[in-house]
């Protein structure tokens, strides 16, 4: 990669840094490390702050991908730089430099990313989270799903070495942002949103699905 695709995919992981759910929880008094799962995503702000700001937190992680993409796209950058502020803006929201390299698990990022690089694929992954969510409610059992189909959509809609490449490096990178949740998921553990649990379980171990 030559000196500006560097520089931009430095910026995208700066991009991605950008803590979305933290602030918006901080701003009302909430520390997310310390409530639910202790997560950062838009999982745990729905669960520790509402409807209303879990879909903000959501929102603002998905434009980070679009925005960081969109921004090697405006400086005429080939794919190759595309791919790789892909990976970096993903990579900046599971590794914040701005929370002592601490953060979320990738998804709604990993969304933005896709829909920017072909929508097709993008669309097609979040299709198979939806359906799986309304099926089972159980948001790591969605987003492991969903995170698997971009690979096969990629080489289905969007069949270029740099693409592949990419949607290679962001399963990778989801699914080890996810292995306590694919583990539970094999032992059956994993409860569906809305679940309660005894409050002698649930202080014992805090809410695990965002």
């Known amino acids: 990669m030559d000196y500006p695709a560097i520089m931009l ?43 209303k700001l879990g879909l903000a937190a959501w929102l603002g992680d998905v434009a980070k991908g679009l925005l960081a993409v969109s921004l090697a796209r405006w400086a005429h950058q080939p794919e190759a730089a595309l791919a790789a502020a892909g990976v970096a803006v993903v990579v900046g929201h599971c590794i914040s430099p701005y ?51 971009i690979l096969p959509f990629g ?14 490096a962001l399963t990778c990178l989801v699914l080890v942002r996810h292995h306590e949740n694919v583990d539970r998921l094999l032992r059956g553990e994993e409860k569906p949103m809305g679940s309660r649990r005894p409050p002698a379980e649930a202080a014992a171990d805090p809410d695990p699905h965002a």
Request: proline share 2%; net charge positive; with cysteine.
């Open 9 to 51: 995919t430095a910026i995208a992981y700066l991009i991605g840094g950008i803590p979305v759910g933290y602030l918006l929880a901080r701003a009302r008094g909430v520390n997310l490390f310390e409530v639910g799962s202790g997560n950062i995503g838009a999982t745990n702000v729905l669960r520790a702050l509402g409807l």
């Open 99 to 149: 929370l002592c390299f601490r953060g979320g698990k990738g998804i709604a990022t990993s969304l933005g990313v896709l829909l920017a690089t072909d929508w097709h694929v993008g669309l097609a992954a979040f299709a198979v989270w939806l359906v799986l969510i309304f099926a089972w409610r159980i948001v790591s059992l969605a987003s492991v799903a969903a995170t698997l189909s």
């Open 155 to 168: 080489q289905l809609l969007h069949d270029t070495p740099a693409y592949l490449l990419m949607t290679g």
